[in-house]
């Protein structure tokens, strides 16, 4: 079992619906990114988050340390915010180290 | 302020051939971390430097390795390539050592024939 749970693996939305990605993670994190991965491969750190929730944009993190999860929420989704959205962690084991999630991959119609 | 930056971005390199990869972090930023990425394994860590030392390594064989120089930017070296080496090499930076948000490289894509 991976330590570092995303669902779904795969999303498709049409353009304006609300969306949700889900991580879930089996032990215990000092912090969790949210990152976003465009076609092409470059990667870019939407959230590092440790507790609580975030806002940027349409964008909301949140994250619950104690149920060892957290989810990413876009409002008022739109065609290009289809990527891959990663969730990744640093095991309180494992320093400075990210543990990686296996990506959602996620498509906005319009 | 200058993002990331890795070159090359695109490398084809033969079996048994050997290469090597360059990151140059955000200025200002110590600790540079590396990751492979490929579609069955994923983003995987490879090594961390942070003040020209080695701080953390990922299971990784030998054949990886890495070095940080006194100016922050990075190295990796692959020798002895092998078909399954093919990846994305992202690498990452960030102000601290320990645990601070990273920023992402556009990654050098390695295809070995």
């Known amino acids: 079992k991976n330590e570092v749970e995303q669902s779904p693996q795969n999303l498709t939305a049409q353009e304006g619906e609300f969306i949700t990605i889900n991580c879930s993670y089996s032990v215990g994190i000092s912090a969790l990114h949210w990152l976003q991965q465009h076609p092409g491969g470059g990667i870019v750190s939407l959230f590092m988050?440790?507790?609580g929730k975030k806002k940027h944009g349409r964008l909301i993190a949140t994250i619950n340390i104690q149920e060892k999860h957290s989810s990413l929420h876009i409002t008022a989704s739109h065609p290009r915010d289809s990527a891959v959205y990663i969730c990744a962690v640093y095991l309180l084991t494992s320093g400075s180290r990210l543990t990686f999630g296996e990506g959602t991959q996620l498509t906005v119609n319009p | 302020k200058a993002g990331v930056t890795q070159t090359p971005r695109y490398l084809i390199k033969t079996r048994g051939q050997q290469v090597t990869l360059s990151c140059s972090p955000i200025?200002?930023?110590?600790?540079v971390s590396w990751y492979q990425q490929t579609p069955g394994q994923g983003l995987q860590f490879l090594f961390e430097y942070f003040s020209e030392t080695q701080r953390n390594k990922g299971n990784f064989p030998g054949r990886f390795s890495g070095r940080q120089f006194s100016n922050s930017r990075s190295e990796m070296n692959v020798s002895t390539l092998e078909l399954g080496d093919s990846a994305l090499y992202l690498c990452a930076s960030s102000l601290a050592q320990d645990r601070d948000e990273q920023y992402f490289g556009p990654g050098t894509r390695l295809t070995v024939t």
């Open positions: 200025s200002g930023h110590r600790s």
């Open positions: 988050l440790s507790s």
